[in-house]
């Protein structure tokens, strides 16, 4: 027989399959099958994360903490029975920044069989991974984006499908005022890294709620990061007096830059600012430079967080050879927290619609980062309880929490 004839064979029997399995399938509706409007269908086999993230470049130091927390935590899912009987796996590919990559990296995790999309910790670098999962009618998730743009915002009405667990900047600059409201600090300098959307945001968000709340904000400055700017800047914080002085910025050269100016003319004023300022790593070596500092943060990494399960995983990553460096990294196992619960609800089927419907729907969802809603406006999480890292003396601490009540809505 050729081979055109043994084609057409093939095709011949699998119609016939097909046909038969149709068939069957109108006999009896009270098996629990699929179609017609009826419940979700679990589907077999494991769940595939495709992660598209940077494991290179500038966001390697967001996402590579937030996956190695997510995967220690759907390690925990695995050993006690999966969700549904499935278990959790990763596929990663490094998309190394570069938008051709970051496209082509999410491509190929589809074709490979991902049930959702991971993406990268910056909305902008993610755009392109973002773009072909939602496209594709996948859950598309990032653990630490701090935007209103992980949404339809930026991408339309397919932007249903997409979500962040990081903290909306809107309700993170939220807190951070209500902090300076709980001190006392009643005039702010308010200082603005320019170069991505969410320090933006933060330092918009704060500067409203502060004067919500009755604060005055002295003097705003500006800057984008390696502009060459920040000693301008510096001198004018100096010249101007205020109770505290809010920075939304990076931890790159021009945030040590500014703390080191601030301090060594001699202006004690404490400084505040959002999780992106977290960590240690990034302070002054002199103490009396890197003091009276308070950050507002997912979780504490300095050994002392309040919540154990936050202190086991903190000891996983440890023990892996991952130590987190900040508390962005809890965001990433919070979000496995999410996926779980929303296929446990959709029946162990993870058709992308079902899902996105579920998770825009948590309001108060427990995770290991704390309470986590989204709404059909927030599609980035709001509603935790920060943790404050006060800094003193080249010293931080956990000394409390915050919650924003309600996130700041742009005009």
Same mark, same amino acid.
């Given at each position: 027989?050729?081979?055109?004839?043994?084609?057409?064979?093939?095709?011949?029997?699998?119609?016939?399959?097909?046909?038969?399995?149709?068939?069957?399938?109108?006999?009896?509706?009270?098996?629990?099958?699929?179609?017609?409007?009826?419940?979700?269908?679990?589907?077999?086999?494991?769940?595939?994360?495709?992660?598209?993230?940077?494991?290179?470049?500038?966001?390697?130091?967001?996402?590579?903490?937030?996956?190695?927390?997510?995967?220690?935590?759907?390690?925990?899912?695995?050993?006690?029975?999966?969700?549904?009987?499935?278990?959790?796996?990763?596929?990663?590919?490094?998309?190394?920044?570069?938008?051709?990559?970051?496209?082509?990296?999410?491509?190929?995790?589809?074709?490979?069989?991902?049930?959702?999309?991971?993406?990268?910790?910056?909305?902008?670098?993610?755009?392109?991974?973002?773009?072909?999962?939602?496209?594709?009618?996948?859950?598309?998730?990032?653990?630490?984006?701090?935007?209103? /743009?992980?949404?339809?915002?930026?991408?339309?009405?397919?932007?249903?499908?997409?979500?962040?667990?990081?903290?909306?900047? /809107?309700?993170?600059?939220?807190?951070?005022?209500?902090?300076?409201?709980?001190?006392? %600090?009643?005039?702010?300098?308010?200082?603005?890294?320019?170069?991505?959307?969410?320090?933006?945001?933060?330092?918009?968000?704060?500067?409203?709620?502060?004067?919500?709340?009755?604060?005055?904000?002295?003097?705003?400055?500006?800057?984008?990061?390696?502009?060459?700017?920040?000693?301008?800047?510096?001198?004018?914080?100096?010249?101007?007096?205020?109770?505290?002085?809010?920075?939304?910025?990076?931890?790159?050269?021009?945030?040590?830059?500014?703390?080191?100016?601030?301090?060594?003319?001699?202006?004690?004023?404490?400084?505040?600012?959002? %999780?992106?300022?977290?960590?240690?790593? %990034?302070?002054?070596?002199?103490?009396?430079?890197?003091?009276?500092?308070?950050?507002?943060?997912?979780?504490?990494?300095?050994?002392?967080?309040?919540?154990?399960?936050?202190?086991?995983?903190?000891?996983?990553?440890?023990?892996?050879?991952?130590?987190?460096?900040?508390?962005?990294?809890?965001?990433?196992?919070?979000?496995?927290?999410?996926?779980?619960?929303?296929?446990?609800?959709?029946?162990?089927?993870?058709?992308?619609?079902?899902?996105?419907?579920?998770?825009?729907?948590?309001?108060?969802?427990?995770?290991?980062?704390?309470?986590?809603?989204?709404?059909?406006?927030?599609?980035?999480?709001?509603?935790?309880?920060?943790?404050?890292?006060?800094? /003193?003396?080249?010293?931080?601490?956990?000394?409390?929490?915050?919650?924003?009540?309600?996130?700041?809505?742009?005009?």
């Amino acid at each position: 027989m050729d081979r055109r004839l043994t084609r057409l064979a093939v095709i011949a029997t699998m119609v016939l399959a097909l046909l038969a399995v149709a068939g069957c399938g109108d006999d009896d509706d009270d098996d629990g099958g699929g179609g017609g409007g009826g419940e979700a269908t679990a589907e077999t086999g494991p769940i595939t994360i495709g992660a598209a993230v940077d494991q290179t470049k500038l966001m390697k130091f967001f996402d590579g903490p937030a996956l190695t927390a997510a995967q220690i935590q759907a390690d925990q899912v695995n050993a006690e029975g999966g969700v549904n009987g499935r278990n959790i796996e990763f596929k990663v590919q490094n998309t190394r920044l570069d938008p051709a990559r970051t496209k082509a990296a999410a491509v190929d995790l589809i074709d490979q069989g991902a049930d959702v999309m991971w993406v990268t910790c910056d909305v902008d670098w993610a755009t392109p991974s973002t773009q072909e999962g939602i496209q594709a009618g996948l859950l598309t998730v990032a653990p630490c984006i701090g935007t209103d /743009q992980m949404g339809p915002k930026r991408f339309g009405d397919a932007g249903r499908l997409a979500f962040s667990y990081g903290n909306v900047a /809107q309700d993170e600059g939220a807190a951070l005022a209500e902090l300076a409201n709980e001190k006392g %600090w009643k005039t702010a300098n308010v200082v603005t890294d320019k170069a991505i959307v969410y320090t933006q945001n933060v330092c918009q968000a704060f500067k409203q709620r502060f004067e919500e709340l009755g604060g005055k904000v002295a003097s705003e400055e500006s800057f984008t990061e390696g502009d060459g700017t920040i000693s301008n800047v510096v001198s004018s914080v100096n010249d101007s007096n205020a109770d505290t002085i809010a920075i939304c910025a990076t931890t790159q050269q021009d945030l040590p830059a500014f703390v080191s100016g601030v301090r060594g003319g001699g202006n004690t004023t404490p400084i505040m600012g959002p %999780w992106s300022i977290d960590g240690s790593f %990034w302070l002054p070596k002199s103490k009396s430079v890197a003091d009276n500092i308070y950050v507002i943060t997912y979780a504490s990494v300095y050994g002392d967080d309040p919540d154990p399960a936050v202190r086991d995983l903190i000891a996983k990553m440890t023990k892996a050879g991952q130590p987190p460096a900040t508390g962005g990294f809890v965001t990433g196992a919070a979000t496995v927290d999410g996926l779980v619960e929303a296929i446990k609800k959709n029946g162990g089927a993870t058709d992308g619609e079902k899902l996105a419907e579920t998770t825009e729907g948590f309001s108060g969802l427990a995770t290991v980062s704390g309470d986590v809603s989204f709404s059909p406006e927030f599609h980035s999480a709001f509603g935790r309880e920060y943790r404050v890292i006060e800094i /003193q003396n080249g010293k931080p601490r956990f000394t409390g929490t915050v919650k924003a009540g309600e996130p700041v809505t742009f005009e």
